[in-house]
């Protein structure tokens, strides 16, 4: 079936580096997203990556797909604490299908 | 631009009331969501809209009807509020880049 598993908590100490992962079930996805949402806000794309590609990197974020193991990662280095906030791994089926994951609550404590 | 916006920011209702949440977008996207995020399970499709003049069911449509009004706005409708639809709910909308979608603020709806 389709699903995206999260660990649900994630605590770092401030300068330190962040690694989020995710499992996705489907290896038709055609893309593979990073979101954020930080407290009574909406979700906001952080990154995302084509299913052909391995790495993807953006300034702090480094995107890592394995798509043997259907496994998506996010670091993000140098943490800050206004990277706290709710990180959803989400896959896209094609047409208007995206799985999202439960979310993973990250702490920076400073 | 202001991208995705939605009203109420918070609505109270009480069981078999009923009452429609507003989006809107200006982005000019096709495609446009409903949403609802319940603690510990991520975020389930409840409707969506391809295209103006298009809409269809998502994972958890049931207690909900939509309406895509124009290519700018996309509602929401509760017609008999139960408690097991209190949610936070959000509109998206995509249209660009990746199939990528841009989320409104949310309404947090709790009906008793």
């Known amino acids: 079936g389709e699903d995206v598993e999260q660990s649900l908590f994630l605590s770092v100490r401030e300068g330190d580096s962040s690694v989020i992962n995710c499992t996705y079930t489907?290896?038709?996805?055609?893309?593979l997203y990073w979101y954020k949402q930080e407290p009574g806000a909406g979700l906001q794309l952080l990154t995302y990556?084509?299913?052909?590609?391995d790495m993807k990197q953006d300034q702090r974020l480094t995107v890592l797909l394995n798509k043997k193991d259907k496994h998506l990662s996010l670091r993000i280095a140098d943490t800050q604490t206004g990277d706290s906030a709710i990180y959803f791994c989400a896959e896209t089926l094609g047409g208007f299908k995206t799985i999202f994951g439960a979310g993973t609550r990250l702490f920076v404590k400073a | 631009n202001a991208g995705v916006t939605q009203t109420p920011k918070f609505q109270v209702l009480k069981t078999g009331q009923s009452m429609t949440l507003q989006c809107a977008q200006d982005m000019n996207h096709n495609s446009m969501y409903w949403y609802r995020q319940d603690p510990g399970m991520g975020l389930r499709l409840i409707y969506y809209s391809a295209s103006e003049g298009t809409t269809d069911k998502g994972e958890v449509p049931n207690g909900y009807n939509v309406s895509r009004l124009n290519k700018r706005e996309f509602s929401l409708r509760l017609e008999s509020a139960a408690p097991s639809q209190t949610s936070v709910y959000f509109c998206?909308?995509?249209?660009?880049?990746?199939?990528?979608?841009?989320f409104g603020p949310g309404t947090r709806l709790t009906v008793l």
């Open positions: 990556i084509f299913s052909n590609m």
């Open positions: 489907d290896s038709s996805s055609t893309y």
């Open positions: 998206a909308s995509s249209g660009g880049t990746a199939d990528t979608q841009y």
